[in-house]
């Protein structure tokens, strides 16, 4: 049995690996601190700073894994959390470049913009399967709005 269509974001094997080599120098800076034994202001900025992008660069290998889910009542978003755009409430949903990449964008009647975690189209070029999966979605619309 098939159950509704579900889009994951396909860049999140490249997202994965720099961030984990940026993870994994980032302990080792922190390690070399720790063996050197810097201490005192020097040492807190610096690890600090560190531990901020650290938790910056967990946030967005998160937001990597990200997916979309289209059900009857509308687009289910999982990323940081799990959100519904309801059918009835989308205006318009089209294409549009974002950060190096083709992204899926959402408006909403009351004017909110949302970009979709997936599908997208980054440098690994998936053309013709990203506007199957946009066509898609823009079908899963209009038959659940009773266009």
Known sequence: MYG??????RNRGLLTAV??????????????MAV???????????????LLLLACMLLQTYLAWGYVTLTPEG???????????PWREIAMIRTKPFAARTVV????????RRNLVAPSLGRAKHG?????EVGLIQHWWAYCRGW
């Open 128 to 132: 013709r399967r990203f506007a199957e």
């Open 105 to 112: 964008e959402v408006r909403m009647a009351d004017g909110r």
């Open 75 to 85: 687009i289910v978003v999982r990323d940081v959390r799990v959100r519904t755009l």
């Open 19 to 32: 961030y984990g080599v940026l993870c994994a120098a980032i302990l080792a800076l922190l390690a070399a």
């Open 36 to 50: 050197f034994g810097l201490s005192g202001i020097t040492a807190m900025l610096l690890g600090g700073s560190q």
């Open 4 to 9: 509704p269509p579900t889009f994951v974001n």
